[in-house]
């Protein structure tokens, strides 16, 4: 054998005896204390992660566990809890020095819990709120009361989680949301940073958000600035959170459109499609579909809006929806005027049965207009 390939199996054999020996010579269950620490400080809340091991190959510590608290305002389980953790971090400092730099966290089958009291907060609203859980000693200089850390993340993965939507007071069924997944890259508190989220609906729907979020608003997650485009396929009107269920409204919706947020007034306007829509429970599905055009303005803080631009078209029948809303409280309430001036019968005629309008049998409206 010639003595080049000798040495390089030998050195591919003290390689591999390394990687092996590594996981053993390095005991990162030493290292819990500090990412708990870093975890709770960075979002105000106690954090709690598992065993950890050392993955050479992926580069990664990995908890068998994750914790992480509600606000006890709302509830006293887990704001969201997971099987695994995975923290990639850089493997020299760690080896040699025992440093941890962390470049990477993978959260596996989370489940996250959101509930909205009847003043319409969230339990998220104080996601990294220092206020009140500083140490006796004061604040750097410079430094804002009730800041998070300013924490820096080149990349953020939520993988294959849930999500249940509820509320404090109980009088509403939580609604669960399955296969959520969320990819946010160069993550900080103190800057805006590019995240995507996707999320299966009740019903077989889809929802999918491609934008941008930050800087965090430092006293109230929920005012955060967002931007991003939302798309919407085949919701389930019947099962989401969108209707009161006693309305009896029902059918399949597509959406299409944009949210932009300065924190303080949300903007959202797009284009809806139902199809197989009812409005009263004993109607039933239309045989037309419904398209409304829309934009509204939304108060964050007030929980309130009004509908800039209400468009809803039915074939050649077009009518405009203008008002108010306010969902501050366990109930939204909703102040409309709906006008349409000379729609044409023929058209509006398929949309009877979704008002639990029936025609007697072979009678058909016919050659006429309608306003409202």
């Known amino acids: 054998m010639k003595p080049a390939v000798k040495i390089a199996l030998v050195v591919a054999a003290v390689l591999i005896v390394v990687v092996i020996a590594l996981p053993f010579l390095v005991n990162v269950n030493n290292f819990r204390p500090q990412i708990e ?21 992926s580069g990664s510590v990995e908890a068998d566990q994750l914790s992480i608290a509600d606000d006890p305002k709302f509830s006293s389980a887990p704001f969201i809890q997971a099987k695994s953790l995975q ?22 089958h989370p489940e996250i819990n959101l509930l909205r009291d009847r003043d319409g907060i969230w339990n998220f609203s104080s996601l990294g709120n220092q206020t009140g ?17 300013n924490v820096s993340v080149a990349k953020l993965d939520l993988s294959d989680g849930t999500v249940t939507l509820g509320s404090t007071t109980g009088k509403h069924r939580p609604i669960l949301y399955d296969k959520l997944n969320v990819a946010v890259h160069n993550f900080s508190f103190t800057s805006a940073f590019p995240v995507t989220v996707s999320v299966q609906l009740p019903g077989g729907g889809s929802l999918k958000v491609d934008g941008s979020a930050g ?54 306007s797009g284009t809806l499609k139902a199809t197989s829509l009812r409005l009263v429970p004993k109607g039933s599905p239309a045989g037309v579909p419904v398209q409304f055009v829309f934009a509204v303005e939304h108060d964050l803080k ?6 800039v631009q209400g468009d809803v078209g039915i074939g050649k029948a077009l009518a405009k929806l203008t008002g108010t809303y306010d969902m501050h409280g366990e109930t939204t309430s909703i102040h409309t005027a709906l006008n349409g001036q000379a729609m044409p ?28």
Do not use: W, Y
């Open 37 to 57: 620490s870093n975890l709770s400080s960075a979002l105000g809340r106690p954090v709690k992660v598992g065993n950890l091991g050392l993955s050479i190959f």
């Open 87 to 108: 923290v990639g971090v850089e493997l020299l400092p760690l080896i040699f020095s025992k440093q941890l730099n962390v470049t990477n966290l993978r959260i596996d």
């Open 133 to 149: 859980k500083q140490s006796a000693a004061q604040p750097a200089a410079g430094k804002a009361s009730g800041a998070p850390a």
């Open 215 to 268: 800087p965090i608003n430092p006293t109230d997650t929920s005012l955060t600035p967002v931007q991003g485009k939302v798309t919407i396929t085949k919701l389930d009107l019947s099962q989401s959170a969108l209707v009161e269920p006693t309305l009896g409204i029902a059918g399949s919706a597509d959406f299409d459109g944009t949210l932009n947020s300065d924190g303080h007034m949300a903007k959202a």
């Open 302 to 307: 007030n929980g309130s809006g009004k509908i």
């Open 345 to 372: 019968v023929d058209d509006l005629e398929a949309m009877l049965p979704a008002l639990g309008v029936i025609l007697p049998t072979g009678s058909k409206l016919k050659c006429g207009t309608l306003t409202v």
